[in-house]
């Protein structure tokens, strides 16, 4: 199992976000919300979204780093390769690291049941 994050697994092009903001289906979970949509590589890519609403530097880096990780450990989990946009809310912070990944688990249930 790959378990890396490389350059190519990372949305960075406006368009794209562009793209995904537009035509993604979205998640709503209670840490976090997800935009997705199927692309057309043979690998799934992501983004991480955090505004200074929910901290300073230090906490908002906190998050993408839990975030990216919880990311590439269950890529797997994901049968078609995807495109995905993580929006993270202020509760983020309260969250401890168990709850995090229940609520990304149960996003991804809700991603592979709906895709």
């Known amino acids: 199992m790959n378990e ?3 350059p190519q697994e990372r949305i960075r092009k406006r368009k794209d976000f562009l793209s995904l903001f537009k035509k993604g289906k979205r998640y709503r979970g209670k840490y976090f919300n ?3 949509l199927s692309n057309d590589f043979s690998f799934s890519r992501m983004a991480v979204i955090v505004s200074k ?3 300073n530097a230090v906490k908002r ?3 993408k780093r839990q975030m990216r990780t ?4 269950n890529k797997s989990l994901l049968k078609a390769p995807l495109d995905i946009i993580i929006i993270a ?3 983020i912070l309260e969250s401890s690291w168990l ?3 229940g609520d990304y688990f149960s996003a991804l249930e809700s991603i592979i049941q709906n895709n």
Do not use: P, W
Request: proline share 0%.
């Open 4 to 6: 890396t994050l490389g």
């Open 34 to 36: 997800l935009i997705y």
């Open 53 to 55: 609403k929910v901290g």
């Open 61 to 63: 880096n906190k998050i």
């Open 70 to 73: 919880l990311f590439r450990r």
């Open 89 to 91: 809310k202020k509760e």
């Open 99 to 101: 709850t995090l990944q």
